[in-house]
């Protein structure tokens, strides 16, 4: 390994120009290639999740590369989830019980465009827009393009190739075709897809519902979420199985179809958008998966990052964050064994695996727990005792949100096992009326229950380790 490496990065989207980014810092020449055209000049968002959720693993990784201020300055602050019912009622649910703790609700495109001007101004770094990948030979770190501009075929000659091109990665493909080592591979999809459509800004170009939130009409089967944009829109998204129940996209094929769906179950989101039959028809439907592999890398040639490696669904708001938290964990790797390419991608995937699983699953949980449990009666009754001990505690308690969102420092893997083992204890004293959400507890009071979680969930915790589930 050394700084005239020639290194190839393929997919210049949010993990691979930050990456590129990182890289080009530490003085590494760099070939960026991109399937799509550039995003800074043409619009390539119809339909795609153009807005996503950043959080404090993503703004880690932004601050490392120079970049968290830019991304601040396009953001806009969610403070909770606003919960929607089918009467047009609303009650609002934060985030966290500390004060400063959100999520922030940014545009793919101007976060991407960001870093790709940033890794542009390093004269180590070009970048090469509409060229396809198509394949990797893995042996002899040679990419196989196409140019959607002059449709000609040609092969880019690397030393070391990084595959940052998402869920339907060209290198990962290459590693289970080629067949040159033990490779697993899992794509598993959910029964559910989704859809994209738009609340406009109204005449004013003022958001017309809270911007304050991420909006959420919960519906057991299927569910509504919306996100703010900074010209006063929202992006939703609608979450419905492809073919079971009353309503599913394979049966939501007419106007009056697609309105009673909707005037039955989102009125007053219905009411908000005036073009419902034009973005249902236009705007594509998109599949909900979740990507796990191993190993990561091919000897100390080639290398999966991001969503090639672990692409998850979107229902923790981490799928960028995490992409973003590869680089920080790669970046401080390469602090430890700059050198040898080879023991930098086994450390990194090492120090990185378990927790993307975590996130993964994690996410797959937040999909039921957004769905259907929001709205529940028991899950609200121990939300509101979970922000009482932080805002009262905002040291001692964190829940498994915040510990996910807020606490970059706490890797997802142990996240996610004391916050389940936390979970399960504060269900299991409420449904014990052990605790009680009635009444306005004292510090005292709070201080009690807060023993008891604790007590309980090193219980539950302890009992695990037991059963071998750690």
């Known amino acids: 390994m050394n700084k005239q490496d020639n290194i190839l990065i393929i997919g210049a989207g949010l993990c691979g120009s930050l990456l590129a980014l990182r890289l080009a810092q530490r003085g590494y020449k760099v070939e960026l290639y991109e399937s799509r055209p550039d995003l800074r000049t043409t619009d390539i968002s119809a339909g795609r999740s153009i807005n996503l959720a950043l959080s404090d693993r993503g703004f880690k990784a932004l601050r490392l590369a120079g970049v968290e201020d830019k991304a601040r300055e396009i953001c806009i602050p969610m403070y909770g989830r606003l919960i929607h019912d089918t009467k047009g009622n609303t009650f609002s649910s934060n985030y966290s019980g500390r004060e400063g703790e959100y999520i922030n609700s940014i545009s793919r495109g101007d976060l991407n465009g960001i870093l790709l001007t940033e890794a542009e101004k390093h004269e180590n770094v070009n970048i090469h827009f509409n060229k396809k990948c198509k394949s990797v030979d893995i042996e ?6 196409k140019c959607y501009e002059t449709k000609k075929e040609f092969s880019i000659d690397a030393d070391v190739i990084f595959g940052t091109d998402g869920a339907g990665s ?6 289970y075709l080629e067949k040159k080592f033990l490779f697993s591979y899992s794509q598993n999809y959910l029964t559910h897809g989704y859809k994209e459509l738009e609340i406009p800004a109204d005449k004013l170009g003022k958001h017309q519902i809270s911007k304050d939130h991420l909006h959420i009409w919960p519906r057991g089967e299927y569910m509504l979420i919306a996100l703010p944009n900074l010209d006063g829109s929202f992006t939703v998204t609608l979450f419905l199985s492809y073919d079971e129940g009353e309503y599913n996209f394979n049966n939501l094929i007419s106007e009056e179809k697609i309105t009673e769906f909707f005037e039955k179950e989102f009125p007053d989101a219905l009411a908000l958008i005036p073009s419902i039959k034009d973005e249902f028809f236009n705007n594509p439907t998109g599949a909900l998966g979740t990507v796990k592999c191993s190993p990561w890398h091919y000897q ?3 290398l999966l990052m991001g969503d090639a490696a672990h692409a998850i669904v979107p229902f923790y708001g981490q799928g960028m964050n995490a992409s973003f938290e590869d680089v920080t964990v790669f970046d401080a790797i390469l602090d430890k064994y700059e050198g040898d390419w080879q023991t930098v991608f086994k450390a990194y995937e090492k120090a990185r695996k378990q927790d993307t699983d975590a996130i993964a699953d994690l996410a797959i949980d937040n999909y039921y727990e957004m769905r ?11 939300r509101k005792i979970e922000m009482d001990l932080e805002k009262t505690f905002p040291a001692e308690y964190f829940s498994k949100y915040s510990m996910v969102t807020f606490n970059e420092e706490i890797p997802y893997a142990q996240a996610m096992k004391k916050g389940r083992a936390q979970d399960k204890a504060l269900l299991n004293l409420i449904a014990d009326d052990e605790v009680s959400t009635s009444l306005e507890m004292t510090k005292d009071e709070l201080k009690i229950i807060l023993q008891k979680v604790q007590e309980e969930t090193n219980e539950i915790l302890e009992e695990d380790k037991i059963a071998g589930l750690k």
């Open 372 to 382: 259907d449990h929001v709205a529940n009666p028991l899950f609200k009754q121990k």
């Open 140 to 145: 002899n770190t040679v990419a196989h393009f």
């Open 170 to 175: 060209a290198l990962r493909k290459s590693y």
């Open 300 to 302: 100390n040639k080639t």
